[in-house]
């Protein structure tokens, strides 16, 4: 068993991994300062697990707060997730981004320095590989930004690496492709403010009449169908992940690594499997391009598989029914467990 501090254990991707952790045998902590996740998740985490974890409300730039993380628990090793993760956000206010998410991420590793915890996860993104030219892509790829949130990652990353040449941090940066879909038992999930960017919490708007249409952007690329490629991982497959990169850096196995399926999704298809698991055709129509969208972005997943035995179970069908529950409990409160 170790104790594992999460920064924004409170998130999407952290409120599962809280799970993940748990069934594992290993103990959560949340470091949260909730400003972009509801308080009541630690309780239905609670009601997941058995009891609520642990949870120091603060700011990673806040030292104190840090220090406090690390002086009430034993901690063995962090996973950092605590950022802002609004692509176009970071266009519109580049300084906020370099602030949280990479003055926060230093503020972290000194923390991490003073209480000589070394094992650190970082969540980086596939938004690393900037505009790739070779699929699927390995981690050998060529980095580049298009973004001010990209660029944040990828210089975490880079400090990441010099620190730990410096001092004896094991770092394991996961380079995510894209997360979907909830717990199984719908009590946590993506719960994105105002108009989604993303693909599936879109559709699911869309499925609960909230909004009025799906609208693809561009069905005229150099792919298959001629809408954009993605490569969807269920968030449960991602939280799991998360607990073999934190064993094998508990070992002292340092890695940089693209966590996905390996399995590119068109925009249709993914329509077509959302109306599946909803059961109706939703309804969409295809705008122009979007700026700024790639037309393929799908991981080589085989050094995941190699370095930490990694594979994603789950497959699309999975992610579209369990992300359809969360999303009808969610607007009953949380009381259903089991709507379907
Ligand atoms: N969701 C995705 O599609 C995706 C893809 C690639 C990478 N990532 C990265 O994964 C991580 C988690 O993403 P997520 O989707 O769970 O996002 P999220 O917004 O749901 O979770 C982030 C959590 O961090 C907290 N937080 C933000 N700033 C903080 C700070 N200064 N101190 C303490 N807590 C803070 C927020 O309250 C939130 O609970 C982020 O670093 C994100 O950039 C996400």
């Known amino acids: 068993m170790a104790r594992i501090l999460l920064t924004g254990g409170a998130g999407y991707i952290g409120s599962h991994t809280c799970v993940a952790l748990h069934e594992a045998g290993h103990e959560a902590v949340i470091l949260d300062d909730f400003s972009n996740a509801d308080e009541s998740v630690v309780e239905r985490i609670g009601r997941i697990i058995g009891a609520p974890p642990p949870v120091v409300n603060g700011s990673i730039l806040d030292g104190e707060a840090v220090r406090r993380a690390f002086a009430e628990h034993a901690i063995d090793g962090v996973i950092h997730f605590a950022a802002f993760k609004a692509v176009g956000e970071s266009v519109a206010n580049p300084l906020a981004y370099f602030e949280n998410n990479i003055a926060g991420s230093i503020a972290l590793a000194r923390a991490m320095r003073e209480a000589q915890v070394w094992p650190l996860v970082f969540s980086s993104t596939a938004t690393v590989y900037g505009e790739p030219d070779a699929f699927p892509i390995p981690e050998t790829a060529p980095t580049g930004y298009t973004s001010p949130y990209a660029f944040t990652k990828i210089t975490v990353e880079q400090i990441l690496a010099q620190a730990a040449a410096a001092d004896p941090f094991v770092i394991g940066a996961l380079r995510y492709f894209n997360p979907v879909g909830a717990h199984e038992s719908a009590l946590i999930g993506e719960d994105p403010r105002g108009i989604p960017d993303n693909l599936m919490p879109y559709m699911a708007k869309v499925a609960m009449g909230e909004l009025e249409q799906l609208s693809v952007f561009g069905d005229d690329y150099d792919t298959p169908d001629g809408t954009g490629l993605r490569d969807y991982i269920h968030v449960m497959d991602l939280a799991e992940a998360h607990v073999l990169s934190m064993n094998a850096l508990l070992e002292g196995r340092a890695h940089t690594l693209n966590i996905g399926t390996g ?4 925009v249709l298809q993914m329509h077509e499997a959302y109306s599946r698991a909803v059961g109706r055709e939703l309804p969409m129509r295809v705008v122009p391009r979007r700026p700024g969208d790639v037309p393929r972005l799908d991981a080589d997943p085989a050094r995941a598989l190699e370095v930490l035995g990694f594979e994603a ?20 409160g949380w009381r259903l467990n089991d709507p379907s």
């Open 313 to 332: 179970k789950r497959d699309l069908d999975a992610m579209c029914r369990d992300s359809w529950r969360w999303v009808r409990a969610q607007a009953a």
């Open 263 to 266: 399995i590119p999704t068109s």
